[in-house]
Structures are given as C-alpha cells and as structure tokens.
C-alpha cells in the first residue's frame, strides 16, 4: 500500500505565494506524483504533475506561475505557486500514479483558500 502525507496551504492573501509539499511512503515503485485540485461544484483537476524522469505537466490555468519539484532521492514532490487569485481557492490533493499497479493513490486533501 502507498500513503501520501500532504502539508501547506491555508489562508492566503491575493498575490501571494504558496507552497505544498507530499511525501509518499510504502511499496513505491516506477510512478507520477502531482497535485490536483477541486473548488466547489466543480470537478477535480490537474495542477501540475512530475515523473521519475523529472518531466513536468501544468494546467493552462497555472502553468506561468508554478512549480513543481520532486526529491531526488525520496518520492515527494513540492509544488510552488505565486501571484495567487481567489480563483485558485479549492481543496488541492496530492497524487500518486503507480505504473506497476495501473492505479492512483490520494491524499486526504488540503484546503487552499485564497481571499481578496
């Protein structure tokens, strides 16, 4: 099994900047790790993800103000967003896809709440 423990967010101003951060533990194996994001009434969505390789994938929404990042060594990733709007207040997941399994493992969710 794989777990996925989730730390940041909170309340932040508009403008700001915010950083969340996931470390997987467990039975790891090839994967990609990222994080998604629901507001309410609306369906979850790609942020931003990274593979082993270090190949990266942004949402349009985001993609010129945010980073994700992956440690090397352990399997988390880190993800840095600026100039934040309210926009981007939702709860934002923490994702891992095993290749071996063909299956994702989630976080609990954090909330990001974003005010003017």
């Known amino acids: 099994q794989v777990q996925l423990a989730e730390s940041g967010g909170g309340l932040v101003q508009a403008g700001g900047s915010l950083r969340l951060s996931c470390a997987a533990s467990?039975?790891?194996?090839?994967?990609?790790m990222g994080w998604h994001r629901q507001a309410p009434g609306k369906e979850r969505e790609l942020v931003a993800e990274v593979t082993g390789g270090g190949a990266t994938n942004y949402a349009d929404s985001v993609k010129d103000r945010c980073t994700i990042s992956r440690d090397g060594v352990k399997a988390a990733v880190a993800l840095q967003l600026t100039s934040l709007k309210p926009d981007d207040t939702a709860v934002y997941y923490c994702?891992?896809?095993?290749?071996?399994?063909?299956?994702?493992?989630w976080g609990q969710g954090t909330q990001v709440t974003v005010f003017s």
């Open positions: 994702r891992l896809y095993d290749w071996r399994r063909g299956r994702d493992f």
């Open positions: 467990g039975d790891i194996s090839l994967h990609v």
